[in-house]
């Protein structure tokens, strides 16, 4: 049986677009396990997150790649990456009272989104622009189309369990029928329903959707969570505070605790840790505590 945590690329071998299906379950499930986001919120990451997936496939990245959607609104931050590994993690920071039901718009404001490519070997990448739509999928397509100039359709669904997104994308076209071909191929695709991408495999959503068409399809690449936090990182950025207000969280608290935002794994660090950190014993330290 297919893994549900799984990214499925195919083409269209008599038409110039590609395209991909990424579903996530335990993934999900486990970003889920470390916050409790209200159901708009936990709506609108889990898209996010699924089209993280989506888009660094569509790269040759050997790094990760961030979409980043800021706002002055009740939604102030939406955060997801996706490594060269397909491994994700994302987190969102919001307003306490968010509404039932509200639109994406309406709760980030006025505001950018941001998607940084950082390769491992070579120069990092970053493209902004402004808030424009009313979905994940629409910031996305428009992003797309100012900096890439990209035809590029995005279908994105996330609920309590499982989260789930389609993409097609046309490539330079070498026939007189590109966007003919376009026009078909996304027409199918617009039928797509969330259940289907929650509970229907891949194989069986690109069949229900284009089992008209000549498709090709690729091995599928599996999806996990994994955040590559450490003690080592947030030793520099405690060194990167000023000394005298750490000392003054020390002495009130006692220790500092500092919580990844993505995991929720916690690191504690009391007054050796500390003076280790702002005054590091020549050649190393060989306490023990």
Known sequence: MQSKDSLQRFLFLDA???????????????????????????????????????????????????IQATGNGLLNLLVAECKDDLSVRCVAKHHPNIPAQADLKELLGEGSLAITIDQNKGKSYQGVVSLEGNSIAQLLENYLQTSEQLN????????????????????????????????????LASTIKNDELFNLSSDEIIYRLFHEEQVQLYEPNPVQFKCNCSH???????????QAEAREIMKEEGFIDVNCEFCGKNYRFDEVDLAEIYHPQQGGSNSVH
Request: hydrophobic letters at 40%; zero cysteines; aromatic letters at 6%.
């Open 152 to 187: 590029t359709q995005i279908w994105l669904a996330a609920g309590e369990k499982s989260s789930g997104g389609l993409l097609l994308q046309e490539l330079p076209s070498q026939q007189s029928n590109g966007s003919e071909d376009w026009e078909r191929v996304t027409t």
């Open 232 to 242: 080592a990182k947030v030793t520099s950025m405690l060194r990167s505070l000023n």
């Open 16 to 66: 110039d677009i590609r395209g991909e299906v990424a579903q996530l379950t335990q993934s999900w499930q486990a970003i889920l396990a470390n916050k409790d986001y209200p159901p708009l919120i936990r709506q609108y990451l889990g898209e996010l997150m699924t089209a993280s997936v989506l888009l660094a496939a569509t790269l040759k990245l050997e790094g990760s790649l961030t």
